[in-house]
């Protein structure tokens, strides 16, 4: 899916590839939000009572994840087949660098959760940054290239609504 967009015409990846970074957005969102009481309720238990608490910092680093997801699929696009390697090191130096200074001022403010939300922020930030680059290069809104439409829920919600029919169908009577 990502990979195909190297050898497209840029007319073709312009129209056919936005929708793929959605659909990672859908996935990475979902799976992290159902993953933060799973860490609630198991981390004290598991790791000790030090860790009856990480959920929350946790669940602020579900979005710095989901942005991460957007980042990375836009990381192939734009070295590989934009040869962007100077804009992307720039981006990527500057959330480091943003995701640093955050921490420090973040931590000493607020403890775990100013650290936690510090990347939140940075990743946020230069995904953005990487976003409008790629957005600008393929002639598309930025809303076109990663708001997931309702169509893309739809794709899940297809998935969703045929798994338990086929489960029924291959259990032993």
């Given amino acids: ?21 959605p659909m990672a957005v859908i996935l990475v969102l979902v799976a992290g939000g159902l993953s933060v009481p799973v860490v ?11 860790y ?18 957007v980042a990375e699929f836009l990381r192939h696009f734009l070295l590989t087949r934009l040869e962007r390697q100077r804009e ?14 955050l921490a420090v001022v973040g931590s000493a403010a607020f403890g775990l959760m100013g650290a936690a939300a510090s990347t939140t922020i940075a990743y946020a930030a230069g995904t953005l940054v990487l976003i409008a680059i790629c957005a ?5 809104s930025m809303r076109a290239l ?9 794709t899940y919600w297809h998935v ?14």
């Fill in 88 to 101: 992307f090191v720039t981006v990527a130096t500057g959330m480091l660098l943003l995701n640093g200074v």
């Fill in 40 to 50: 609630a309720v198991a981390a004290g238990p598991v790791f000790g009572d030090a």
């Fill in 52 to 69: 009856s608490e990480v959920w929350q910092p946790y669940s602020l680093l579900v979005p710095a994840i989901a942005f991460l997801c």
């Fill in 146 to 154: 990663v708001i997931p439409r309702r169509s893309d829920a739809a």
């Fill in 136 to 140: 600008s290069e393929l002639s598309v």
């Fill in 160 to 173: 969703m609504r045929s798994v338990p029919g086929r489960l029924r169908r291959r259990r032993p009577r």
């Fill in 1 to 21: 899916m990502v990979f195909s967009c190297c050898s497209k015409p840029r007319w073709k990846t312009s129209t056919e590839e936005p929708g793929v970074t």
